[in-house]
């Protein structure tokens, strides 16, 4: 039996693991050490899980049918059984009775029942006393409080750059991802490790890590959605590899004539020339080629480095480490760093609300925009560094609900891009891109829409402008990458198109011709998505062309509830999509006059917003507002009457 000075370690399968996150918070709270593998599984799956059981003073064992079905639940318990680590069953079904393998491992030990949160409590002395004959507390100490303590407890200095690292290898080779896959789970694995443990014609495949179950599109994994993101990550970190790894003892300048190996010191990103130091001197000097982003190899290192670690005394105000001393060990930027997500930094902006409370905008804005200008007098990183950075934290503000502060910040980075950095293509695509998203998600929040509102049409004006901009320079750029973003930009220009033409269009721009152009750029966006098998960009594609159609109308509810069924799919029902596919599909009842029915979708979109954007977002609130509508309120006192 175990020593007492382990952790306790939770047990289930997937279905169970909203009850056992519950579990595991009650656990910390009484200052035991929990293993669950959402927070601790790394490396190799099958290791981890043996150090797990090896190192566990008792585990509890949620059983099921499920979990006695399940090849990964068997492993453990089987291992844990041999290893002679006492195991605490918790059940979720009182008709359950373990048979097989598992009744042996279980034997007569005495049960707790945790169905519900009433049951869990009512449950939970019994519990603790149990797991106490085994395991003696430990004092769990948490650097910062925060949405995922697990992420912030490793943003500190190198520990963030070898996680970074290691989030781009695959946990069953445990080699860099190769032609990654992601599962509906959104874990990602090789295409041919994926292949070894689902040959083709297996019809579901379970998460090696999670143990949720994926459908495999036609029993063939390779046809399941590819991670483009992480595809580019990769790239992008083989570049960087390939500039700061000594790069100048491996090329010689490509513009020196004669037989002479002059060392290179540096590359031109437009030519793709490598350059000694004459060259390079001659390069900036020449004026057709002085605007060219000419990356000096120890330069390019050094901002590589700065922009990913920053330490303390530059990237974090005096005031925030006096406020709070854990700031000393996790920099702003490093937790940045950590918790950024391009689609949706749900971690980061959770980190924010628990650190501010109810001004967690106003501080995080503020926040970030003081460290933003201390980069930039400082001179810490190099100006494209600084523009990268400013491009994330804009994106962040918008999806934060701070849009005014995007709108400033994306202004003044696509000055620097155009003025100072040789307007780089892909750059001004990005930047374009995010400048037309930020403008088109302050057109959403309007709660009416007004024939020929000269305000919206303006704002709209702007979001098309950028999108088309973004799209012809997108277009020049080759890979799948750029194409997948070309096809997000073009279901954002469909969707501020179809405003526009609600808004009644202008003598610039009519509805019918606006009506061509957005249904043009919604069939070339479904092409691209079905061709990269990405399905949730398919199905906010599909949802964006039933917007197309007239309000209320069969067809509209059919593509609606086709995106809605492949979003699901790829995202479960807790995303921003889902939050925007609840919003159409309640105003489509409510075009038909079933305000009832209406009513049931803005429901569950109030309950998306919530947990994806948190309480006090603008989104969730315009939610709020919402059900303080005559017939809405009316249908909700109803409905709490008739309970």
């Not at 990268?388 to 400033?408: C, E, I, P, S, W």
Request: aromatic residues 8%; proline residues 2%; charged residues 30%.
């Amino acid at each position: 039996m175990a020593g007492g000075s382990g952790h306790v370690m939770i047990s289930y399968q997937w279905d169970a693991q909203k009850r056992m996150i519950k579990l595991r918070d009650k656990l910390k709270q009484e200052g035991y050490d929990v293993w669950m593998d959402i927070e601790k599984m790394e490396g190799s799956i099958l290791e981890s899980m043996g150090k797990a059981v090896e190192n566990a003073d008792v585990i509890l064992a949620c059983i099921s049918q499920k979990y006695q079905d399940s090849k990964s639940c068997k492993t453990e318990a089987e291992y844990a059984y041999t290893k002679n680590v006492p195991i605490i069953p918790l059940k979720i079904d009182d008709d359950f009775k373990p048979s097989s393998w598992l009744g042996p491992v279980i034997g007569a030990s005495l049960y707790y029942r945790v169905d519900n949160d009433k049951m869990l409590n009512d449950s939970w002395p019994g519990i603790l006393r149990a797991i106490q004959r085994f395991c003696k507390k430990t004092v769990v100490e948490e650097t910062v409080k925060a949405a995922n303590a697990e992420q912030l407890s490793a943003a500190t200095g190198k520990s963030v750059k070898r996680r970074a690292r290691k989030a781009l290898d695959c946990s069953i080779c445990l080699e860099r991802f190769r032609n990654p896959k992601t599962l509906t789970c959104l874990h990602s694995f090789c295409k041919e490790c994926l292949l070894g443990l689902a040959p083709y014609g297996t019809a579901v495949i379970s998460c090696p890590l999670c143990r949720q179950e994926s459908n495999v599109p036609e029993g063939d994994v390779t046809k399941l959605k590819s991670n483009f993101h992480l595809q580019e990550l990769i790239e992008e970190e083989a570049l960087q590899e390939q500039l700061t790894a000594n790069e100048s003892n491996k090329f010689t300048c490509t513009c020196c004539e004669g037989d002479e190996q002059t060392k290179a010191v540096g590359k031109c990103q437009e030519c793709n020339h490598y350059l000694c130091s004459m060259s390079m001197e001659a390069h900036r000097k020449f004026p057709a080629l002085r605007k060219h982003n000419i990356l000096p190899f120890e330069e390019e290192k050094k901002a590589s480095e700065s922009s990913s670690s920053s330490s303390p005394s530059t990237s974090t105000s005096s005031s925030v480490a006096k406020e709070n001393p854990a700031e000393l060990l996790t920099t702003v930027w490093e937790i940045f760093d950590a918790l950024y997500n391009e689609d949706h930094s749900g971690t980061l902006i959770k980190y924010w609300m628990q650190r501010q409370g109810g001004n967690w905008q106003t501080a995080m804005v503020n926040q970030y925009v003081t460290c933003l200008n201390e980069l930039e007098d400082d001179g810490v990183i190099s100006e494209h560094a600084l523009a990268k950075r400013q491009q994330q934290v804009a994106r962040v503000f918008m999806q934060a609900g701070q849009y005014d502060a995007a709108v400033t910040l994306v202004k003044k980075t696509i000055e620097l891009e155009t003025k100072e950095l040789g307007a780089r293509p892909e750059n001004l695509a990005d930047l374009y891109g995010l400048a037309s998203t930020i403008n088109l998600e302050i057109s959403k929040q309007a709660d009416f829409i007004a024939e020929h509102d000269e305000k919206e049409l303006a704002l709209l004006r702007e979001v098309i402008r950028n999108a088309r901009k973004c799209i012809k320079l997108r277009k020049g750029l080759s890979g799948d990458a750029h194409k997948y973003k070309l096809g997000k930009t073009l279901v954002g220009l469909t969707f501020a198109l179809s405003a526009w033409i609600e808004h009644g269009g202008d003598n610039v721009v009519s509805v019918a011709e606006a009506e061509v152009e957005a249904k043009r750029h919604i069939e070339n966006a479904i092409e691209i998505f079905k061709e990269l098998d990405t399905k949730g960009n398919l199905a906010d594609a599909i949802m964006t062309k039933g917007i197309l159609y007239d309000r209320g109308s069969e067809e509209q509810e059919n593509l609606y509830m086709e995106a809605y069924k492949l979003c699901v799919e790829a995202y479960g029902e807790c995303s921003v999509l889902t939050s925007r596919l609840n919003t159409n599909i309640g105003i489509m009842y409510e075009d038909r006059g079933d305000y009832h029915e209406a009513y049931k979708w803005f429901v569950k979109w109030g309950a998306t917003c919530e947990k994806v954007f948190g309480y006090h977002h603008e989104k969730t609130e315009k939610t709020r507002r919402l059900f303080e509508e005559p017939k809405y309120a009316a249908i909700k006192k109803e409905q709490e009457k008739a309970k």
